[in-house]
């Protein structure tokens, strides 16, 4: 296995990848506290959130697997050369795990706070089950011949597959709502900076190696990079120039002898997401 050339490349590999691990681990927390404040979820898309547990938990499986099995390291490096480094930090593993812990009590939140009418779609459910059906397939597939890292490099592809997928219910529902009220911008913001130091990452590590095997050893990293920044500004472009926030009114509609409160949005700006 190969070991660096140069050691501020080394540091510098180290403090983007913790960099990354930060930015991307806080970015949990704003959707999580607002829901919390707000006790209510409506505005945060379910599916969403969905998508995101399988999609953090197949990635959680590939990086927790590569980064300490030595038998899976070794078919790596049988794969790709010998003299290549093994394409997952600690970083990766840290964030993975706390990624899947976040997004589980969010998906909590969801179960216990008001929901409003919003539920998970049927199509979200059947994406998730068919995926966890091809992985548990594949796991009997590559188990005669002890195709581990085939094996995780299908949860690779699985990951970003759903790192593809996920993002658009949440942009089409800010579309359709015109508005991104109930969704943290905050979130947003720390995920953008994450994606570009997790690239920058390994950028340093291909330019001390003077290879870039990393970027399609572990294509499912650089994808997670792209795609992440690529739908951030999107919603970026949401919060901030299509549906900038507004301040709800409380409207009240005479059922009987009693009132049921109707949420509706003024053009006046007021409180932002957090």
């Known amino acids: 296995m190969a070991s660096w050339n140069s050691v501020p490349l080394e540091i510098t590999y180290e403090v983007l990848g913790w960099l990354a691990f930060f930015s991307w681990s806080i970015s949990f927390y704003p959707q999580v506290i607002l829901n919390f404040q707000r006790k209510r979820v409506v505005g945060l898309n379910f599916d969403f959130v969905v998508l995101n547990l399988t999609k953090h ?26 003299d ?30 008001d929901r409003g009418t919003q539920k998970v779609s049927k199509i979200s459910i059947g994406i998730v089950s068919v995926v966890w059906l091809i992985a548990a397939i594949c796991f009997f597939v590559a188990l005669p011949s002890q195709s581990w890292l085939w094996l995780i490099s299908i949860f690779n592809s699985i990951q970003v597959f759903m790192t593809v997928i996920k993002y658009i ?38 330019i001390d190696q003077n290879s870039w095997v990393n970027f399609y050893g572990n294509v499912g990293k650089t ?13 970026m472009c949401q919060h901030y120039l299509l549906y900038p926030a507004k301040r709800s009114t ?17 053009d006046q700006p007021g409180e932002e997401n957090v």
């Open 223 to 235: 994808l997670l990079s792209l795609i992440s920044v690529f739908f951030d500004i999107v919603f």
């Open 84 to 113: 290549q480094m093994i394409p997952v930090a600690a970083n990766d593993v840290a964030f993975s795990i706390h990624a899947v812990l976040l997004t589980s009590i969010t998906l909590f939140q969801i179960a216990i706070y």
């Open 169 to 206: 219910p949440q942009a089409v529902m800010n579309f359709a709502r015109k508005s991104t009220d109930g969704f943290s911008i905050g979130n947003i913001l720390l995920d953008f900076i994450g994606g570009l130091a997790n690239y920058a990452q390994m950028a340093v590590q291909s």
């Open 57 to 82: 938990s197949s990635y959680m499986i590939y990086n927790v697997c590569l980064y300490f099995s030595p038998v899976i390291q070794k078919q790596y490096l049988e794969k790709y050369g010998s």
């Open 250 to 266: 409380i409207v009240y509609k005479l059922e009987g002898e009693g009132k049921e409160p109707l949420v509706k949005s003024t």
